[in-house]
């Protein structure tokens, strides 16, 4: 009993000791002077940015027009089940890529080089395998004279499949590298 009644009277003491409600003092007259010049200054750097951000608008929307364009020139690179070393047949695209990549359209934007598997292996295997297979990309297009700095890699494994189907052509398809061109 004597606990109960001591626990309440320090729960009251603490209740009754908070902070005080009076509202801090404030000058509105600076304020309001204040915040009427600010007003004036913003509608003049409002009027600023905006002819800034217009005349901007189209060279980003260029920019990403021109990147969706050429990453639709690119090609993409196939493997082989459970490899990761770029096949005889596939060395033409990545001299066509590396020449795409390398030319003055292009020089600009950053690659995003994406590695993606079939849905043979645990998904770790596969995130494992399909970053093998875009550094592999990566390394053969900076051979091509492709800056490696202007390269990203990602592996998506199996979870970015073109094709659904259990077949051993659609398993064939969903083995691939392909790019991304970012401004």
Known sequence: ???SLMIAAVAAAL???GCSQKEPEVDMTKQQTTEQGAQSAD???DTIQGSTESSNMPTEMSRQQKAKELEAKAQKIY???DKYNIRPDQEPRV???GDLFTSDAAKDLTIKVEGNCDEWGTDEYNYALGLKR????RDALALK???KDRMVLISYGESNPVCT???KECWAKNRRVEFELLP
């Open 1 to 3: 009993m004597k606990k």
């Open 15 to 17: 209740l009754m000791s």
């Open 43 to 45: 509608n003049g750097l």
């Open 79 to 81: 493997f082989d089940f």
């Open 95 to 97: 001299e066509y890529d």
């Open 134 to 137: 875009a550094k592999t990309v």
């Open 145 to 147: 004279g492709v800056d």
């Open 165 to 167: 189907e259990h077949t």
